[in-house]
């Protein structure tokens, strides 16, 4: 799989799992997970975008405009699974296979980034009691383990960290360079996380202001110099015709503008080392991934590698040495007999 043997900073393919990067020189504890996620809204019932790691407690749907409550921890279970994804894809045993305990019996996304299944899905339902209030755990998230490409050649961009969660990204083709920044949270939860690549985190634009117009309607407001933004639908950044800096429209204000786009778009997290369900499985703990698809492996047997802790001969190999003794011994009877037989003589 293509996408998860590239160095996750500088793009350059790598050879074995756990190879460090012999260009940049990166050990691999960085890689790239590719994430679509949606919320339900309680006042319209559509499926909203969440097309950035919205921690401020709440979220606004784009189908009706409804501000609503949402629990950091539906983030918590979508990051964590998210993480799962990216380490465990590709192959039995995923990015990290352990020198003695397989989990390849228990991974639920060895197969996720093929062809038959290019990415795993995760619904959360219920809802949890915080601060008194019932809140309902509707995220959906979609992940597949991928490196971000330039939308215009789709090769894969290289990445330069510049502070944690601060990247540069770079489109080897152009040159062309793009910044995001976003504030790291202080929760123990989303240290996995290294960098984010969202358009809400982008660093090298300005951010355009909502604004009232003189009859009380609300525009957008070059922040630059103050003149109103007039974008087409659906844009997710526009040039003020007034002093020609580039304004991005945050992803709250994207109501306000009334854009008809609102399906979500994907985003990218750069995780760093194995993930908790890594551990858990090989550990043997019980772990209830994959939606319960795989419920029916749980209590299948830890598959140890033998051949990696006794250097055991196999069947072939024993034959061999047999066959070999019984040569040897048959010669030297032959030649002590003929030699025995020539002394005699
Ligand atoms: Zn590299
Ligand atoms: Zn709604
Ligand atoms: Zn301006």
Partial sequence: MASTSLCALCATPLGAAGETCGRCGARPVHYWVRVLCEFQCRGCGHWAPLNYLDLDGSVLCQHCGLEQVFSNSSWQEALEFAQAVGDLAGGPDGRWPHSVVSIGLDNPFAAVGSPKRPEAVHAQSGSITE?????????????????????????????????????????????????????????????????????????????????????????????????????????????????????????????????????????????????????RLEAGEETDAGNGADKARKNAPKVVREASLIEEPSVTDRRLYWLMTIVVCAAAWLVSTFWAGSLVE
């Fill in 131 to 279: 601060d008194g209030l019932q809140i309902p755990k509707t995220l959906r998230i979609k992940a597949a383990p991928e490196h971000p490409r330039d939308p215009e050649t789709g090769q894969p961009l290289t990445f330069q960290l510049l502070a944690p969660w601060e990247l540069r990204s770079t489109a080897p083709a152009s040159g062309r360079t793009r910044t995001y920044k976003a504030a790291k949270p202080n929760l123990p939860w989303v240290e996995p996380v290294a960098a984010i690549v969202s358009e809400e985190y982008r660093s090298d634009q300005l951010t355009a202001n909502v604004g009232q117009s003189p009859t009380g309607v609300a525009i957008l407001q070059c922040p630059s110099c103050g003149g109103t933004l007039r974008p087409e639908p659906g844009c997710r950044a526009i040039d003020c015709s007034f002093c020609h800096a580039r304004c991005r429209i945050p992803e709250r204000l994207r109501y306000v503008i009334r854009s008809p786009n609102v399906a979500a778009e994907p985003w990218w997290i750069l995780f760093s080392g194995p993930s908790d369900l890594r551990k």
